[in-house]
Nanobody, 120 residues
Framework: QSQLVESGGGLVQPGGSLRLSCVAS????????IGWFRQAPGKEREEISC????????NYRDSVEGRFTMSRDNAKNTVHLQMSGLKPEDTAVYYC?????????????WGQGTQVTVSS
């Protein structure tokens, strides 16, 4: 069974850091672009970062640019999101998504999400 599993969420104080991980099983991430999304209560899910299949290119939403860093280790079938300078408005459920380069609709996977809460 092909799936993604996120981990690393939790409760952190404003200004703190967390590192989220997304591990794939049942398939390899080599030919997949990966995105991190988040959904806060009462809001739509938004994409906050993405990384190319080789890891050579990353993009970030303005609200997280300079604070979040996305990376991938294809050998470990894992993607990370390093988050620093966290703010209360970063509170959300964070999801990773894998979309195949040539079949992005047919081969598209979501994780179950991990909760990040930023509060003092």
């Amino acid at each position: 069974q092909s799936q993604l599993v996120e981990s690393g969420g939790g409760l952190v104080q404003p200004g703190g850091s967390l590192r989220l991980s997304c591990v794939a099983s049942g398939f390899t991430l080599d030919n997949y672009a990966i995105g991190w999304f988040r959904q806060a209560p009462g809001k739509e899910r938004e994409e906050i970062s993405c990384i190319s299949s080789t890891g050579g290119s990353t993009n970030y939403r303005d609200s997280v640019e300079g604070r979040f860093t996305m990376s991938r280790d294809n050998a470990k079938n894992t993607v990370h999101l390093q988050m620093s300078g966290l703010k209360p408005e970063d509170t959300a459920v964070y999801y990773c998504n894998a979309a195949h380069l040539f079949q992005p609709a047919a081969r598209n996977y979501w994780g179950q999400g991990t909760q990040v809460t930023v509060s003092s």
